[in-house]
């Protein structure tokens, strides 16, 4: 396991901690949904010998903290945080980072892509959930109003169900297969409250800049997993690969695959080296 150098910085309405680990190009990984840094550190430490592999706790998530009470998220806040994070490291326009986001991560590495192009070399978005794009789009409003209400009514549990059933994803590869921390769980549970009362509502009605990606001199790589065809995201990936008229790229694994870090890794590092 690589050396992990931790530290946290400070932005505008919360404390962001991240995690540094090997040395080389940075290469940031912005995770998605519940996940932390933590749910990325397998597949961190499999590309730390050839990349500065930056991780963080997105705002509101885990041990990045607040300065106020939870509120639903602002894409382009979250696209800010990553910029900071990436100018803290060392990044500029003149050596600008390579990034992967995973999920609502994916969608975030688009809008960074989108404000930043000067400071990002590649985007993969692997499994971006850009349902508007989807010629059935109007189901998936109607599914994230579903999950809105049921947790108003039951709680977070009652709209993950909800969520879960409208997805109908076969299941999730993503969880880290290393010893997780002893307050790993507890921290799943809590942005579990996050994810389902002030994510899921943005994420699912964000619509990516098509024109402005289709001009940036940002590579966008939209990316599917090989195990999730016919899901949502994986749909959506592909959709925004036709719409970008580039070609999609299937990872190992499904939505989490990046949980089966060895032959993860070896598919991003291709994909970087292209």
Do not use: W
């Amino acid at each position: 396991m690589e050396p992990v150098k931790t530290d946290q910085l400070k932005v505008p309405g919360a404390t962001l901690y991240y995690e540094v680990r090997g040395s080389g190009p940075v290469l940031l990984l912005i995770c998605g949904g519940i996940y932390d840094a933590e749910g990325f550190a397998v597949l961190a430490d499999e590309l730390a010998a050839e990349h500065t592999v930056v991780t963080y706790d997105r705002r509101g998530n885990s041990r990045s903290v607040l300065d106020g009470p939870p509120a639903e998220i602002i894409l382009e806040e979250q696209a800010d945080d990553a910029y900071r994070i990436l100018g803290a490291v060392g990044v500029t326009e003149g050596e600008p980072a390579d990034v992967f986001g995973n999920s609502s991560g994916a969608v975030i590495a688009l809008e960074l892509a989108a404000r930043y192009p000067g400071m990002v070399r590649t985007v993969i978005a692997h499994e971006p959930p850009v349902f508007e794009l989807l010629p059935d789009f109007e189901r998936f409003r109607a599914l994230l109003a579903q999950v809105g209400e049921a947790y108003r009514d039951g709680g977070a549990g009652a709209a993950m169900g909800v969520f879960g059933a409208g997805m109908d994803m076969h299941g999730d590869d993503g969880a880290p297969q290393s010893e997780p921390a002893p307050d790993f769980a507890q921290r799943m549970q809590a942005n579990l409250e996050i994810f389902v009362a002030y994510e899921i509502p943005p994420v699912g009605a964000y619509v990516p800049d098509l024109d402005g990606l289709r001009s940036s001199p940002v590579r966008i790589v939209p990316a599917v997993g090989a195990a999730s065809a016919g899901e949502p995201a994986n749909r959506a990936g592909r959709e925004l690969a036709a719409r970008l008229e580039t070609t999609v790229v299937e990872f190992p694994g499904g939505h989490g695959g990046f949980g089966d870090a060895a032959p993860f890794a070896a598919k991003l590092r291709e994909v970087l080296a292209g």
